[in-house]
């Protein structure tokens, strides 16, 4: 899970760095809350966010 998420996390990097990106930074994290539950967070900040969230889908189902 670990190494997903730190593939993923590079992925959004590289896509953020380009010049046609659809969002300008992007992460991914995890949290467990209240024990009982696993929390994966994946985030982008844009102002196009249909783009980007499209792109964010296909980059997490290539993983």
């Known amino acids: 899970e670990d190494l997903g998420r730190m593939v993923l996390q590079r992925r959004l990097s590289t896509i953020a760095s380009k010049a046609d990106a659809p969002f300008i930074s992007g992460g991914v994290g995890s949290q467990d809350l209240l024990h009982s539950a696993h929390v994966v967070q994946i985030w982008a900040?844009?102002?196009?966010?249909?783009?980007?969230?499209?792109?964010?889908d296909q980059e997490q189902r290539r993983i």
């Open 45 to 56: 900040k844009t102002d196009k966010w249909q783009a980007a969230l499209t792109t964010i």
